[in-house]
């Protein structure tokens, strides 16, 4: 069964850099064709992709935010880590982290409950 | 970037309606469309992908079509559980993307 879940800061100040760790069991990130998105949503709007990272450490970013992204995997620990930087009010979202299934129609089958982060001094 | 807008972005229904929801796609997607489901407080869940395939576990009351650039997601009779906010999201190229929502409520 696959699981994952978040964890980080609840609350971070403006210009800080946010990291972010999505715990996850059931699958291995270093098997062929595996990946883990993040994904975030402003309280009240719509979702918002922000990165993936793959089995052989691709790594995909949002254009928007990608100056301002990283992703980072610990395969010994089943763990992916986000990073941040420069966090501005209107970051404040719940971030989830998902699987992104196997197969080539790149969908997220699994998600994590989610972590509201706030940005505010 | 690939733009996906959804219609409508709310509607009221009652249990047992037929709902359709349309994404339609700023450019040809093939069939690289999937759909989510997402109630209050909670992750959102999977249910249709590759524009027309039914997710593992989800009632058959939910399908999808399309291809190209224009999408349905159907729910041939709403059931009380299903009152809740659907998402498309396009997985043709990155960056992925998903489009704006739309909130089914109670009639």
């Known amino acids: 069964q696959i699981t994952l879940k978040e964890s980080g800061p609840t609350l971070v100040k403006p210009t800080q850099t946010l990291t972010l760790t999505c715990t996850f069991s059931?699958?291995?990130?270093?098997?062929?064709?595996?990946?883990v998105g993040w994904i975030r949503q402003p309280p009240g709007k719509a979702l918002e992709w922000l990165a993936l990272i793959y089995w052989d450490d691709d790594n995909r970013y949002s254009p928007s935010l990608k100056s301002r992204l990283t992703s980072t995997k610990d395969t010994s620990k089943n763990q992916v880590v986000l990073t941040m930087t420069n966090m501005d009010p209107s970051d404040t979202a719940t971030y989830y982290c998902?699987?992104?299934?196997?197969?080539?129609?790149?969908?997220?089958?699994?998600w994590g409950q989610g972590t509201l982060v706030t940005v505010s001094s | 970037d690939i733009r996906l807008t959804q219609s409508p972005s709310s509607l009221s229904a009652s249990v047992g309606d037929r709902v359709t929801i349309t994404c339609r796609a700023s450019q040809s997607i093939d069939k690289y469309l999937n759909w989510y489901q997402q109630k209050p407080g909670q992750a959102p869940k999977v249910l249709i992908y590759?524009?027309?395939s039914l997710q593992s576990g989800v009632p058959s009351r939910f399908s999808g079509s399309g291809s190209g650039t224009d999408f349905t997601l159907s729910v041939s009779s709403l059931q009380p559980e299903d009152f809740a906010t659907y998402y498309c999201?396009?997985?043709?190229?990155?960056?992925?993307?998903f489009g704006g929502g739309t909130k089914v409520e109670i009639k």
């Open positions: 590759a524009a027309s």
């Open positions: 999201q396009q997985s043709y190229i990155s960056p992925l993307t």
């Open positions: 059931g699958f291995s990130l270093t098997t062929s064709g595996v990946g």
């Open positions: 998902a699987h992104r299934h196997t197969s080539a129609w790149y969908y997220f089958d699994y």
